[in-house]
């Protein structure tokens, strides 16, 4: 395992993929997100995964982001590229090419839509990380997918040497309670999933937060898990009560959309998101703009 892979803990963002108003990657203010991050403190870039609109973009642009966030992070952080499929055949492909073009790490979630049993989902995860030599995170959020990987797979898959965490999106914080005890002696990282509940299973023993709100506040993400990490639950609650309300707002709509209006208010990126999603609804753009103020955000 890479030092870099090692180094997979704190504030990690799960990153969107700016897009102009044709639906065209934005490459410019992608870059621009990239370094913003590394000079506001996240541990970690996720490159293409759900909040970056991996299940609409072709396999020549999944590729070229993972691509260009590699390069402009230039092995400063760990970056994670998504490469998840409901094939299995697909997600050792993306998990080949990502090893080649440098990613630290593959997040790969669940099959979704084919609903695996649960030997399914430990086939799946057993064929990838037997096929490419690449630190592999599970990635468990049922409420997208339909297939939940339950906690005695998590703890199978974790004797496979490569396997090294799973990002946790149920926001079930005593299951993943019982998840970070079932996996005591064995060498996997629990990572929330779920900005509400992140900092509580951190309390039990998670290492990090895969994050959507971080796209917005990377400073005060990085800080509440800084201080999650440091066992300074007083100063988190504090920090995270500046967001806590954005944690619930950005998910007004499905995922990336809130985000990227967000972002869009921010006057980071554009207004552009790929069919089948749209733009965010009119009556939210109001109370999403009054949340970041009231967060000191814009």
């Known amino acids: 395992m890479t030092q870099q892979a090692n180094n997979i803990q704190g504030s990690i963002v799960a990153i969107v993929t700016p897009m102009n108003e044709d639906g065209g990657v934005d490459w410019k203010n992608l870059e621009k997100l990239v370094e913003w991050h590394i000079e506001q403190g996240t541990s970690s870039i996720v490159a293409v995964g759900t909040t970056g609109e991996a299940s609409t973009l072709s396999m020549a642009e999944h590729t070229q982001v993972i691509k260009e966030i590699i390069r402009v992070a230039n092995k400063r952080i760990p970056i994670i ?114 900005d509400d509940t992140a900092r509580h299973l951190m309390a039990h023993g998670a290492k990090g937060n895969i994050s959507v709100t971080a796209n917005i506040a990377p400073k005060l993400v990085s800080q509440v898990c800084a201080a999650m990490l440091d066992r300074n639950i007083q100063l988190a609650e504090e920090i995270n009560d500046k967001i806590s309300k954005l944690n619930n707002i950005l998910f007004c709509e499905s995922n990336p959309i809130p985000v990227k209006w967000a972002l869009y208010e921010m006057g980071m990126i554009g207004t552009g998101v790929r069919l089948p999603l749209t733009p965010l609804a009119e009556q939210y753009r109001t109370p999403l703009r009054e949340e970041l103020k009231a967060a000191g955000i814009i």
Request: hydrophobic fraction near 40%; charged fraction near 20%.
């Open 81 to 194: 590229a998504g490469t998840g499929a409901n094939s299995t055949h697909e997600a050792i492909q993306l998990t080949e090419e990502a090893k080649t073009l440098g990613a630290d790490a593959a997040l790969l979630v669940t099959p979704y839509y084919n609903k695996p049993t649960q030997e399914g989902l430990y086939q799946h995860y057993k064929a990838v990380a037997e096929a490419v030599d690449l630190p592999i995170i599970l990635y468990n959020v049922p409420s997208r997918t339909g297939v939940d990987m339950q906690n005695e797979t998590v703890i199978r898959l974790a004797d496979l040497t490569n396997v090294i965490g799973i990002k946790d999106a149920t926001g079930d914080v005593p299951r993943g309670k019982a998840l970070i005890e079932g996996l005591l002696g064995k060498q996997m990282t629990v990572y929330s999933g779920d």
